[in-house]
């Protein structure tokens, strides 16, 4: 059952789009209800930097992530979560995104 938790949250940020990937990234580094075992601060810098890389929205704005539906859902799904669980979709998360941007560099 509680495999299921994580397993359903990979298969949501599979079909997410890589902005998607990297706003969902950034609530999860800076969120005080995630108890991630990474560099929190360091983790959202990274994100951060790469969002407005390809984002211009988010350079240019004030972004407010409640619009982002899908973001919020998932957060909610990841704040039900046990510290192993976040950490399992955090690790999956972090390293879909590195593997995506990786692809996109290759192009």
Not at 33 to 57: A, H, Q, S, V
Not at 65 to 90: D, R
């Amino acid at each position: 059952m509680e495999d299921e938790k994580v397993k359903y949250l990979i298969n949501m940020i599979n079909d997410m789009e890589l902005t998607n990937k990297l706003r969902l990234a950034i609530c999860m580094s800076n969120s005080s209800y995630t108890n991630l075992k990474y560099d929190k601060p360091e983790m959202y810098k990274y994100f951060d930097n790469m969002l407005k890389e390809i984002d211009e929205e988010y350079r240019t704005t004030l972004i407010n992530f409640a619009k982002y539906h899908i973001i919020m859902f998932a957060m909610a799904k990841i704040m039900e979560m046990t510290n192993e669980e976040q950490n399992q979709v955090a690790l999956y998360l972090f390293n879909n995104i590195t593997v995506n941007i990786d692809n996109q560099m290759m192009q």
